[in-house]
């Protein structure tokens, strides 16, 4: 019996443990940021990749470090595990913001420079620049300031999340005889982060001047007849994850938009100070925050780099930016209209943002102008401030059309931008849902319904990414529009339940999460570890944006155990160990941070000489699976299919220009450069500009 056990355990090794899904976040954000460092990168674009990994890391603490923090001011002692998980997360998170003002301090800077573009300190404005910022920051800034002194009556006033504050030290007695030497000053939101000097004083070039160094510059002159001791500019981060209980809640609008009012004043999770902060001052901010030592970050530099941002603008350098990339009309949709008759010729295929987004409001633009549509059903989860598609069904209810939208309210951050969405199409007359209580409504799609002789036909469009017009210019998706009766037919009983919340029925093509998505994607995974046990042909090639659903990456390990090969495309998150010898050396984990952020869902499974490829809108996470509407669908069409495997997955697999591979000890090293070429999307790029 001994030995039998034996051999079985050698047949199925024992699956390793899975990486660490913050310490996967953290990991995807130093990729992200080794696009500062690199000098085939043009200046202003490593400049925004810098800002990019500080607003990760916003998000970062404010969704996904109030657990941890929690945990550490209440003392709880859950185990080494947890003390071990709480203390590599901070050491890698603060390597990484050490190493962000390095390289701004030591590479962007001096390179700016060169440029003629400068952001000068005090130290380094002559006469005539402090003259000049002395008369800014007596005109625009002092008269919008209120330094509040603190005493039993004047209390810690509260700090909003992300805000620019000082806390100083003062000597001397205030105006009552006292000696109060804390006071804080509140710098608001409406003030410039970066100011353009004018080019009289810029030395030929361009100068810029910090907002926190001209306040730095005259704190004195907020507290006459003190002497300003010690200063410090600070920033405090604040949990910012809404929850809303649903099910005791009257009017969900109503109860998310009263919740928005106090997320900028959630529980403390992360300081930030100035790097020659006295213990004096970051110790009393600890106190009046609640915060432990270990969430105090020290930085050598602005607080707040994101508002950085605004350089890429003021700068008005096009020379120091990725070379602009038109893209082109989809070459699959006809620019004259007839795009439904298109569609009953055959589903079409868009890749954004190589193809242009245009083609989507080209078809809901047709739809808008065909009296013979009757309806058009859309969800939204994130839409932007475009005013392009609310203008089109704005004009198809004018024109007596039943318009049905599913704004999802609780789109994390843009909650405020969906209500509004809501209110501004419940006052031209669309009906307006909120989805499924205790769901968020994830999926992508639009529906649009003709009457065609004595018949109503349905024409779709189903999506990876969201009805966005400015991130469908930045972000790697695929567009699909069908006029397959199975799959529209699919959409519509969706519609339905999502207003009415009926039973959902038998999908035909549809998997639809949280109900059958999860448990299709285990069976292909278990189909295709069958052919590998049977000795027939066996892949899987998965594009996604995060994996870290347990039960997916268990199926994923024991079907490489079977012999699949198994190619892994995760541009963020990914706590799949691959690799290890004798347990996942058949998986490949690669990671693609290119011009574009990489959005796209693909899912290629072969099994024999049965091949099937799902584009989806969900990643494989478990709130994906279990707590969301989301969609994936089969594409049916072999010469499409092809064309998403040749552009989505083996463009990517090859790519040695923009790809990190995952190494056995989970750590990623930069793809070997072994034929020097162009990555994955300047090769799309290049494809489609000739088309």
Not at 30 to 56: F, K, T, W
Not at 279 to 296: E, G, M, T
Request: aromatic share 6%; proline share 5%.
């Amino acid at each position: 019996m001994a030995e039998s056990a034996t051999t079985a355990d050698l047949a199925n090794p024992p699956l390793p443990p899975l990486l660490d899904r913050d310490l996967s976040i953290l990991a995807f954000n130093e990729r992200v940021l080794d696009g500062a460092r690199r000098h085939d990168v043009p200046l202003l674009e490593r400049l925004r990749y810098l800002c990019i990994v500080s607003s990760n890391l916003d998000e970062f603490f404010e969704v996904r470090a109030e657990p941890h923090v929690a945990a550490a001011q209440q003392h709880i002692d859950e185990g080494a595990l947890s003390i071990q998980s709480l203390q590599s997360i901070t050491t890698r998170a603060r390597a990484m913001v050490d190493e962000q003002y390095r390289l701004y301090n030591h590479e962007l800077l001096p390179a700016f420079e060169k440029e003629g573009i400068r952001i000068l300190s005090h130290g380094e404005r002559n006469v005539a620049q402090r003259r000049w910022v002395k008369t800014y920051f007596n005109k625009d800034v002092k008269p919008l300031l209120m330094p509040v002194s603190l005493d039993p009556s004047h209390p810690m006033p509260q700090v909003a999340n992300k805000s620019l504050n000082f806390i100083v030290h003062l000597k001397g007695k205030d105006a009552f005889g006292r000696s109060n030497e804390i006071a804080i000053v509140k710098v608001p939101r409406v003030l410039p982060r970066l100011i353009r000097m004018p080019d009289r004083l810029s030395n030929g070039g361009t100068a810029f001047v910090l907002l926190s160094s001209v306040i730095r510059a005259h704190l004195f002159e907020l507290f006459p007849g003190r002497e300003v001791d010690q200063f410090s500019q600070f920033r405090v981060t604040r949990h910012s994850d809404l929850a809303v209980d649903e099910d005791e809640v009257v009017n969900l609008r109503t109860a998310l938009r009263q919740g928005l009012q106090h997320r900028h004043y959630g529980q403390a999770v992360r300081l930030e100070v100035s790097s020659n902060c006295s213990p004096q001052l970051s110790d009393f901010l600890l106190q009046q925050f609640d915060l432990p030592v270990q969430a105090l970050f020290r930085v050598n530099g602005p607080v707040n780099l994101v508002r950085l941002m605004q350089l890429i603008d003021l700068s008005a350098k096009p020379a120091l930016l990725f070379a602009p990339y038109q893209a082109s009309f989809p070459r699959d949709v006809p620019k004259s209209g007839a795009i439904m008759a298109r569609m009953r010729q055959g589903d079409v295929l868009i890749h954004q943002p190589f193809e242009s987004f245009d083609g989507v409001l080209a078809f809901l633009g047709e739809a808008v102008d065909d009296p013979q549509v009757l309806t058009i059903q859309q969800t939204i989860y994130r839409t932007g401030s475009d005013p392009a598609m609310m203008n089109l069904l704005r004009e198809a209810v004018r024109r007596g059309k039943e318009v049905t939208a599913v704004v999802e309210l609780k789109a994390r951050f843009d909650e405020e931008a969906n209500i509004n969405w809501a209110e501004q199409l419940e006052s031209i007359g669309v009906q307006v849902v909120y989805g499924v209580v205790g769901l968020k409504t994830h999926a992508k799609m639009l529906l649009v319904t003709r009457r065609e002789g004595r018949h109503l036909r349905r024409y779709g469009h189903l999506s990876t990414g969201n009805y966005n017009p400015r991130t469908a210019r930045l972000y790697t998706d695929i567009s699909y529009l069908t006029a397959d009766p199975k799959i529209t037919g699919d959409m519509e009983q969706l519609f339905v339940h999502l207003a009415s919340q009926n039973p959902l029925p038998r999908m035909h093509r549809l998997c639809v999460a949280p109900f059958n998505l999860h448990a299709r994607m285990l069976r292909a995974i278990g189909d295709v570890k069958k052919a590998a046990e049977r000795g027939e042909d066996s892949r899987i090639v998965l594009k996604m944006n995060a994996l870290t659903d347990a039960p997916l990456i268990e199926a994923l390990m024991e079907a490489g155990q079977s012999g699949v090969r198994i190619d892994l495309i995760v541009r963020g998150a990914c706590m799949l160990p691959a690799g290890l010898p004798g347990k996942t050396d058949n998986i490949k984990v690669r990671s693609v941070i290119g011009q574009f952020l990489e959005h796209s869902r693909v899912s290629y499974f072969r099994a024999g000489v049965e091949e099937t490829l799902y584009l989806s809108s969900a990643d494989w996470m478990n709130r994906n699976m279990m707590r969301r509407i989301e969609v994936a669908w089969p594409v049916l069409d072999p010469v499409l299919r092809q064309r998403i495997i040749d552009e989505c997955l083996l463009a990517y697999m090859h790519d040695q220009h923009d790809a990190w591979d995952m190494q056995s000890d989970g750590q990623y090293v930069r793809a070997a450069l072994l034929h020097p070429g162009p990555g994955a999307q300047a090769a799309l790029m290049a494809r489609y500009a000739k088309t």
